[in-house]
């Protein structure tokens, strides 16, 4: 009786389809967000009515804060996804809501001053806690990717060479949360997934490996009429399809679908370049470094001391570098090596670890000094440049400033390295920095010029301090 039971409960058992696990699992990320939002809100009411003893702040601020983030889509499927940081929607909420309580406080309560600076107070910091509470949300999620928990299965479907460039281009972007466990491809070949099968063959394999998502690479005899049966198909298996249009390097914040002649094309907004747009940066970099000298004046006399008594020589380092536009400039530098370095490069060539560009490096070069090392590894050499930023020479953040004979062998497209000022800090230094090869630093360059924001800017600056105290790929 007891088996009769145990096989009648297997045939009556719930089968958890790929859309299931979605849901669920979409359901409780977003449960996460709304009570970190909810948290954010209530301490940052609670600290205004602590201080000012604001009723009306206290009591509605927990309440609203989710609603405007709801207004602005921070609930939306790029958040689902995890996906990038939203600072953008995250600040429209706090204007937009205090914008209202602005104009609520003039037209019912006739323009209470102190209640509205209690109000912006209050935005402030809530904004501020749901930007770090989010974070941690999200690298909570990371280190679930990391450990492997977690990944959405994914099965890639395009010709060989697509879907192998498309599995490559996706190993380089870190932790994205996907895992590949196959390919169905459109013409026979090769290719380092698994292959599954032809395009017909998708929805069993679909079924097979229990994919959550199909990413269709265009091209190969995949036109329309086979991308709508196929997303038919996928449709009654409870599974997404995606339809990569293989921009690499391109940010999704550039991308937007447009209808031509009841056609859906995607628009790709054309990087920054304005000196309007970029006018804010300027203005918060000289600042930035006015303030950094002030108060790093008595760090930076020490440490001249100590270059100075380590080896005999100046303290500083004078190179010309190229910047902006392929203008040369002089960059300064602490001293890290003995004072006849360059004369001695010739005899270290062979010892050379970039051999697939332009650049100089190697581990333990005999010519760096002990202090030398130790500024390096901690990237303390590079705060002269402060002085370099202050005279619009650099910037905080941007590619790493070449050497004029680096120059000489740019082809047109790394030649698009020198289209912003070079940078103090930058994507390949928090992303490995010497370690890096010549090919992925100039990627990562060049997806910084393209794809330029604020925002990434002041994500790069955060990442920046982490690459430092860690002071791995620094030699």
């Known amino acids: ?21 979605r849901r669920r699992w979409q359901r409780d990320h977003l449960l996460t967000l709304v009570s970190v939002d909810l948290l ?11 201080d000012h003893g604001r009723q009306e702040v206290y009591t509605l601020l927990p309440l609203l804060w989710p609603a405007a983030l709801a207004a602005v889509r921070a609930y939306g499927p790029r958040q689902l996804a995890p996906a990038l940081p939203d600072h953008g929607r ?5 204007l937009g809501l205090g914008g209202a309580a602005v104009i609520g406080s003039e037209l019912v309560l006739g323009g209470q001053d102190r209640l509205v600076h209690d109000t912006v107070l209050g935005l402030v910091a809530a904004a501020l806690l ?11 999620m990371q280190a679930h990717w990391a450990a492997g928990r977690r990944l959405r299965r994914v099965l890639v479907l395009g010709d060989p060479g697509s879907v192998d460039g498309f599995a490559e281009a996706l190993a380089s972007r870190g932790r994205h949360g996907l895992h590949l466990v196959g390919a169905c491809v459109t013409e026979p070949g090769e290719t380092g997934l698994p292959v599954l099968g032809r395009t017909k063959d998708v929805p069993a394999a679909v079924r097979r490996t229990g994919c959550e998502l199909v990413v269709a690479l265009p091209g190969g005899g995949l036109d329309h009429a086979a991308l709508r049966r196929l997303g038919w198909a996928l449709d009654a298996e409870g599974v997404q399809l995606l339809v990569s249009p293989m921009l690499d390097h391109v940010a999704a914040e550039r991308l937007s679908v447009q209808a031509v002649g009841g056609l859906p094309l995607v628009h790709v907004k054309a990087p920054v370049r304005s000196g309007a747009a970029r006018l804010p940066k300027e203005i918060v970099d000289r600042v930035l470094a006015a303030f950094g000298l002030m108060l790093l ?38 001293r890290t090596m003995l004072h006849n370095a360059e004369s ?25 000094t002990a202090v030398g090392r130790f500024l390096r590894r901690y990237s ?35 030649r698009r390295r020198l289209l912003v000022k070079p940078g103090l800090t930058g994507l390949w230094q928090v992303s490995g920095r010497s370690d890096l090869p010549w090919h992925e630093a100039v ?4 997806s910084y010029v393209d794809n330029w924001s604020h925002t990434m800017d002041a994500l790069i600056l955060l990442r920046t301090t982490g690459a430092v105290a860690r002071g791995k790929g620094a030699y």
């Open 297 to 334: 004046t008595p760090l930076l006399l020490v440490l001249a001391a100590l270059v100075r008594a380590s080896s005999p020589g100046p303290a500083f380092f004078q190179q010309r570098r190229v910047g902006l536009d392929g203008e040369p400039f002089t960059m300064l530098k602490f």
């Open 443 to 446: 990627r990562l360059d060049l």
């Open 130 to 140: 749901t930007l770090l509470l989010r974070g941690l949300v999200r690298g909570r």
């Open 344 to 368: 001695l490069r010739s005899e270290l060539a062979e010892l050379n670890l970039n051999t697939d560009g332009p650049l100089f490096k190697m581990r333990q070069d005999p010519r760096t």
């Open 90 to 94: 995250i600040g429209r909420a706090a």
């Open 380 to 414: 303390l050499d590079e705060l002269p440049q402060l002085f370099n930023v202050l005279a619009g020479h650099m910037s905080l953040v941007g590619p790493r400033p070449p050497l004029p004979e680096e120059t000489l062998d740019y082809d047109e497209e790394t």
């Open 1 to 21: 009786m007891a088996v009769e039971s145990a096989a009648r409960s297997d045939n009556y058992r719930d089968v958890t389809t790929p859309r299931d696990l």
């Open 40 to 50: 954010a809100a209530a301490a940052a009411s609670l600290v205004v009515y602590l």
